[in-house]
Antibody, heavy 123, light 109 residues
Framework: EVQLLESGGGLVQPGGSLRLSCAASGFTFSSYAMNWVRQAPGKGLEWVSGISTDGGETYYADSVKGRFTVSRDNSKNTLDLLMNSLRAEDTALYYCAKWSRFLEGSADALDIWGQGTMVTVSS | EIVMTQSPATLSVSPGERATLSCRPS??????LAWYQQKPGQAPRLLIY???TRASGIPARFSGSGSGTEFTLTISSLQSEDFAIYYC???????????FGPGTKVDIK
């Protein structure tokens, strides 16, 4: 069964740091780019970060650029998100999602999602 | 920066009726548009990619269409399990980012 399982969420003070992890199983992890998407309580989806198959290319939303770092370990089938200088507005449920390319590369979508890990930034 | 607009914000529909959801990007897009369904307490689920291709396991009552600045998700005959929030999403390769719309909530009339 294809599965993504996030962990590492919790309560952190403003300005603090947190590392999220996502464990992948059921597919060839090293063959797929991956992403983090977050959802603030009662709000919509916001893409946060992406990483290429080998980790050589990383991408960030403007709202987290310079504060968050995405990485992956293909030997362990894990995806990480290191979050520094956390702010109240970073409070959200963080999902990892598998990035698939369909239709000979003309269609990009997130076809597998984890259940998310909750991050709360508050004093 | 492309902004995705979805309408209506809420759509009230009776079971068995047809639902039509709209997604309008601020700029003309290729067909690199996807639709997701999210039920309360659950992760989003991919429904449609490439504007009109159903993802694996998605029932035929879900269909996507459109191009340019107007895209549509149609649910031909709403079932009880279809009441949820629906998001459209565009992928831009330069730079690589995913942009989601604000969502349309489909609830029971």
């Amino acid at each position: 069964e294809v599965q993504l399982l996030e962990s590492g969420g919790g309560l952190v003070q403003p300005g603090g740091s947190l590392r999220l992890s996502c464990a992948a199983s059921g597919f060839t992890f090293s063959s797929y780019a991956m992403n983090w998407v977050r959802q603030a309580p009662g709000k919509g989806l916001e893409w946060v970060s992406g990483i290429s198959t080998d980790g050589g290319e990383t991408y960030y939303a403007d709202s987290v650029k310079g504060r968050f770092t995405v990485s992956r370990d293909n030997s362990k089938n894990t995806l990480d998100l290191l979050m520094n200088s956390l702010r109240a507005e970073d409070t959200a449920l963080y999902y990892c999602a598998k990035w698939s390319r369909f239709l000979e590369g003309s269609a990009d979508a997130l076809d597998i999602w984890g259940q998310g890990t909750m991050v709360t930034v508050s004093s | 920066e492309i902004v995705m607009t979805q309408s209506p914000a809420t759509l009230s529909v009776s079971p068995g009726e047809r639902a039509t959801l709209s997604c309008r990007p601020s700029q003309s897009l290729s067909s690199n548009l996807a639709w997701y369904q999210q039920k309360p307490g659950q992760a989003p689920r991919l429904l449609i990619y490439g504007a009109s291709t159903r993802a694996s396991g998605i029932p035929a009552r879900f269909s996507g269409s459109g191009s340019g600045t107007e895209f549509t998700l149609t649910i031909s005959s709403l079932q009880s399990e279809d009441f949820a929030i629906y998001y459209c999403q565009h992928y831009n390769s330069r730079p690589p980012i995913f942009t989601f719309g604000p969502g349309t909530k489909v609830d029971i009339k």
